[in-house]
């Protein structure tokens, strides 16, 4: 079995920036989805950004123009650049990706990061 690896996040203020990144690892045959979720204290894990391995991108609309994701299908890879980060941004940030890691596999398996704390202050 593999796993994802963050990096990334931190403190920050409000109109600050930070990057997130996420590699896969481990057997890979395929990675399909990949993306970025964050629970804060007391909500639900809501989805941040996701792209396809078509290369299309989803933002939640609360972060549309100040978020860019980007993947890198050679590397398995997929980061966050945040902008004009808010406090309202604050939550754990995890990072997301439907592998196929064996070709006994019939489908993709969803994956998680261990998440990395965004803080940012007012």
């Known amino acids: 079995q593999g796993q994802l690896v963050e990096s990334g996040g931190g403190l920050v203020q409000a109109g600050g920036s930070l990057r997130l990144s996420c590699a896969a690892s481990?057997?890979?045959?395929?990675?399909?989805?990949m993306g970025w979720f964050r629970q804060a204290p007391g909500k639900q894990r809501t989805l941040v950004a996701l792209?396809?391995?078509?290369?299309?991108?989803t933002y939640a609309d609360s972060v549309k123009g100040r978020f860019t994701i980007a993947r890198d299908n050679a590397r398995n890879t997929v980061s966050l650049q945040m902008n004009s980060l808010k406090p309202e941004d604050t939550a754990v940030y995890y990072c997301y990706a439907a592998i196929r890691r064996y070709y006994s596999d019939p489908v993709p398996i969803p994956s998680w990061g261990q998440g990395t704390q965004v803080t940012v202050s007012s």
């Open positions: 792209v396809p391995n078509d290369g299309t991108t």
């Open positions: 481990g057997s890979i045959v395929s990675v399909n989805a």
